[in-house]
């Protein structure tokens, strides 16, 4: 097979920088994404000893949280969306006597307040048709996990990057829409 692979000019491997991201509450801004990892499954072991051998048995299967890198930008500004999405999962600041009295983010909240997250590979398209998507994954209820806003610094002229972690239960993947 890797022979007609190489071999084979119609044949075209996926592509690392053709994709595109959906993400509610940021629409509008897919181009501030600057990279993201693809969802990863981890199947655990149980171990099992008997006598002088050991024994290994599957287990669960624990989908990896998925991490991002966007830039943060004026307009739209990443930073205001990302908080409004904190806020739609159920956080109020405690800056009155009610809102610290508020239970913490539910569940049903916080995966409500992403509704849909999806990772689409693409192909290149061509003079003819628009890009295709060959690869489509979609988090299934989906959270902001964790959110690093970046750092500032005097001496350096680089853009500011914003770092999200994303947890989700399970993730589905289609070969194409």
């Not at 053709?18 to 990892?37: E, F, M, Q, S």
């Not at 994954?137 to 005097?154: A, E, P």
């Given at each position: 097979?890797?022979?007609?692979?190489?071999?084979?000019?119609?044949?075209?491997?996926?592509?690392?920088?053709?994709?595109?991201?959906?993400?509610?509450?940021?629409?509008?801004?897919?181009?501030?994404?600057?990279?993201?990892?693809?969802?990863?499954?981890?199947?655990?072991?149980?171990?099992?000893?008997?006598?002088?051998?050991?024994?290994?048995?599957?287990?669960?299967?624990?989908?990896?949280?998925?991490?991002?890198?966007?830039?943060?930008?004026?307009?739209?500004?990443?930073?205001?969306?990302l908080m409004a999405i904190l806020g739609t999962m159920g956080?109020?600041?405690?800056?009155?006597?009610?809102?610290?009295?508020?239970?913490?983010?539910?569940?049903?909240?916080?995966?409500?307040?992403?509704?849909?997250?999806?990772?689409?590979?693409?192909?290149?398209?061509?003079?003819?048709?628009?890009?295709?998507?060959?690869?489509?994954?979609?988090?299934?209820?989906?959270?902001?996990?964790?959110?690093?806003?970046?750092?500032?610094?005097?001496?350096?002229?680089?853009?500011?990057?914003?770092?999200?972690?994303?947890?989700?239960?399970?993730?589905?993947?289609?070969?194409?829409?």
């Open positions: 097979m890797s022979e007609n692979f190489w071999g084979n000019p119609t044949l075209e491997p996926k592509r690392a920088y053709r994709w595109l991201l959906t993400i509610p509450g940021l629409d509008g801004a897919g181009w501030i994404v600057k990279k993201i990892n693809k969802p990863s499954f981890t199947v655990t072991e149980t171990e099992h000893n008997y006598i002088n051998h050991k024994f290994y048995y599957p287990g669960r299967v624990e989908w990896n949280t998925v991490s991002m890198t966007i830039v943060d930008p004026v307009t739209p500004n990443a930073t205001e969306n956080y109020q600041f405690p800056d009155t006597l009610a809102n610290a009295q508020q239970t913490t983010i539910t569940k049903e909240e916080a995966k409500n307040a992403l509704e849909s997250v999806e990772i689409r590979q693409i192909d290149g398209g061509s003079a003819s048709a628009a890009a295709a998507t060959i690869e489509k994954w979609t988090l299934k209820r989906c959270w902001i996990k964790s959110v690093t806003f970046g750092d500032l610094d005097y001496e350096s002229d680089e853009i500011v990057n914003i770092e999200i972690e994303l947890r989700y239960d399970w993730a589905e993947h289609s070969a194409t829409d």
